[in-house]
C-alpha cells in the first residue's frame, strides 16, 4: 500500500484525523500539541497518526494535502488546516460550526471555556 493510499484511507475513513508529530497523548511538538489539546479538551473523538513513525506518511501527508507543515486536521475527508488556522477558527467560533454542520461531537462548554480564556 502506498503512502497516498493508506492516507486516503485514513481520512475517508474516519470522521476526524489529526496527522501530527507524536501522538495525542504524547504529542511531540508545540504546534501538534496545541491543535490536539484543543480536540482532546472539546471531547472530539479524533484518529491521529504519528508522522514521525513513518517517513513515508511524513512527506506524504505534505505532498497529498499541498500544505508544507505538520499538523495536519482532517473532517470527513477534507483538508481543514494547520495550527494557526485550526487555532483561528477555535477562536472565532468557525471549528464549532465546523463540527457541527458535519455530525462530529464535542462539548460546547468547554469549547466556550477555551475561548473566555483567550477572549
Known sequence: MTAETQIKDTVTTNDVVLF???????????????????LNF????????????????????????????VPQLYVKGEFIGGCDI??????????????????????KDAADKIREANG
Open 20 to 38: 501530527m508529530k507524536g501522538t495525542k497523548s504524547m504529542p511531540q511538538c508545540g504546534f501538534s500539541s496545541r491543535v490536539a489539546g484543543v
Open 42 to 69: 472539546m471531547g472530539v473523538e479524533f484518529a491521529d497518526v504519528n508522522v514521525l513513525a513513518d517517513d513515508d506518511i511524513r512527506q506524504g501527508i505534505k505532498d497529498y494535502s499541498d500544505w508544507p507543515t
Open 86 to 107: 485550526i487555532t483561528e477558527m477555535m477562536l472565532s467560533g468557525e471549528l464549532d460550526t465546523l463540527f457541527t454542520e458535519n455530525s462530529v461531537g464535542f462539548d
